[in-house]
């Protein structure tokens, strides 16, 4: 925004009308306190959250009659209207740091180096012990041979929209590309078990897992490097033909790694987003308690999953495993969106 | 974008595979797609050709004892708890984009849009975990107040008032997930508002909050429906948390503090274990189809919103 308009918009006390000065708001807030400080005392409330509410709703309402009264009913709705938008932005952030923080606090009692190193065969769901080793290899596998699968084709599919398609065919496929992306995953999920498992009768595997998290993927990985092909400047490829440079070789060695760092960016978000999938795993891959590194062969298990079955379990130790998993389902993702943004940043597409 | 330039080159035969395999990526997407819908179909059929109940019309969900299902209470359960999600998500998303786009300060504004978009980060499986341990037991005090002064409405009555995993709750996880989609394709809408719309409200006099309504709000309409209709495709599509959450029932009712409810994907989620002959897999792949269509809907439903508010622009 301007500086002309952030002048304008925090507003020069207009010429005719008084306006609130910030003591008379800090005022508002102590009274507000002190009124609720009275009805905690007056009713024996013991929620701390239902206080807070009542004190930021008695805020909202004093603040709008005190401005109210000073700046008249426009500038008493701007300053109730401002206050919201606030509150909404606290109460987005809300969620993240209650989810982050309660998963970690729960998490740390068993983020021990049993829980890295063991699996759960010959455990019992209530015994203190057990880990997620098989779990955290299922998932890495699945994941990685998902990410091998989808990064080219989705690559090529990009290519072709941006470089090749004019017409009636890339705009279809265009459009698809946008309803994949509403696909719900556990659709996907079924759409491999109809098709690899029960049709081909191929049996539950890592594989198929990985099939299934490759339609998830697929479409975030051609939006990402569709942005960022557009945004590769023309006068390089133009600077190319012009040297008699063939077209593809063009796309592979100017174009591409142009746009590198964002494709990158891109497919580190989409690789992020389908490590915590769990319906399309729970019907494809199954679970299982023992370690199974081959992922082409029989149940795997996978660290939603691993989740998703400890906390369906009634015993304290189970839930705390469950727990365990989602903080380290947690930190890689976080990790990932971290690494990613960062090779964003450092690496934009250079002109 | 450079075909012009193409055909005044010499066509290399390497030129022509690559042009091919990068068809070939695009038409396969397409397939994939059909595919979808044909395996769906095909698997779907012969289950519900046994149905002895009518697919849509039935309650119940026993295809392998009585051989009656049907997707009625499901699909109830699923807008249900769709639509009030969206009624406490989308007011938070669309108070979180303005408040990013128009009063947040640049410094801020950027890490609070990062933080937003960590929300969409976070696995379902965690917000089912965090919805189902933390969130249900801490929500019955609400709940409780609810029932105490709205107990008139249906939507807030309570059958024997013992609260816990209810769809208020599988709501408020839902509207946790569907807030970052709104509020992310909601905020760029929003800073795409033209300076003129905004200054020009401004040097009108109009106040900040007068010059979103008349300049911003306006210009962000359609952007701002059509990333409703996302979020709550996002909320009917959304599977293992409101699995973990709920505890399952097959019945339409509209007290949303009792414990039950159901939804389609939680049900694929909950009866898969059990379904091990092919008429209930074929039950539960049929109720995915009607997943799909939904979704199908209200994805064409959303980009028609858009490419018309495009056209208008």
Known sequence: MSATLDELSLGRPSLARAKLPLWALMVTGLGVIVVTGLIRIATHMSSDVALLLIAVALYLVAQTMVSLSVEGWRHAKNRLMTSLMLAAMVLAVLPLVGVLGYTVAKGLARFDSVFFTHSMRAVAESDPNGGAYHAIIGTLEQVGIAALISVPFGIMVAVYLVEYSSGRLGRIVSFFVDVMTGLPSIVAGLFILALWVLALHQGNSGFAGSLALVILMLPTVVRSCEEMLKLVPDSLREASYALGVAKWITVVRIVLPTALPGIITGVMLAVARVMGETAPVLLTVFGNSAINTNPFSGPQASLPLFVFNEVGQSFDNAVNRAWTGALVLILIVLLLNLIARTVARFARVRG | ?313
């Open chain 2, 1 to 313: 974008m450079t075909s012009s330039l193409q055909s005044t080159r010499h066509r290399s035969g390497g030129d022509t595979t690559f042009r091919l395999t990068a068809k070939g990526a695009g038409i396969l997407v397409l397939l994939l797609m059909a595919a979808v819908a044909a395996f769906l179909i095909l698997k779907a059929i012969p289950a519900v050709s046994q149905d002895k109940g009518n697919f849509f019309t039935s309650f119940q969900w026993d295809p392998q004892g009585t051989a009656v299902f049907g997707i009625a209470a499901l699909a109830f359960g699923t807008v249900l708890a769709s639509l009030i999600a969206l009624i406490i998500g989308v007011p938070v998303a669309v108070g979180v984009a303005l408040f990013i786009s128009q009063y947040a300060p640049r410094a801020v504004a950027r890490p609070l849009a990062y933080v937003v978009d960590l929300l969409a980060a976070v696995p379902s499986v965690v917000f089912g975990l965090w919805g189902a341990i933390y969130l249900s037991p801490n929500l019955i005090p609400l709940s409780k107040f609810l029932n105490h002064y709205f107990g008139w409405i249906p939507l807030f009555a309570s059958t024997n008032q013992t609260y816990g995993k209810s769809v208020l709750v599988a709501s408020v996880v839902l509207a946790v997930m569907l807030l970052p989609i709104v509020a992310a394709i909601s905020r760029e809408v929003f800073v795409q508002t033209p300076k003129e719309h905004m200054e020009g409200a401004l040097a009108l006099g109009a106040t900040k909050w007068e010059m979103i309504r008349v300049s911003v709000l306006p210009y962000g309409k359609s952007g701002v429906i059509s990333a409703i209709v996302l979020g709550f495709g996002r909320a009917v599509g959304e599977t293992i948390a409101v699995a973990m959450v709920l505890s399952s029932t097959y019945t339409i009712s509209p007290h949303i503090l009792d414990p039950g409810g159901n939804t389609i994907a939680a049900n694929i989620a909950n009866r898969w274990g059990d379904a091990n002959d092919s008429i209930s897999q074929g039950a539960l792949i049929a109720s995915g189809l009607v997943l799909f269509a939904i979704t199908l809907v209200v994805n064409f439903g959303a980009r028609a919103i858009i490419r018309r508010g495009k056209a208008k622009a």
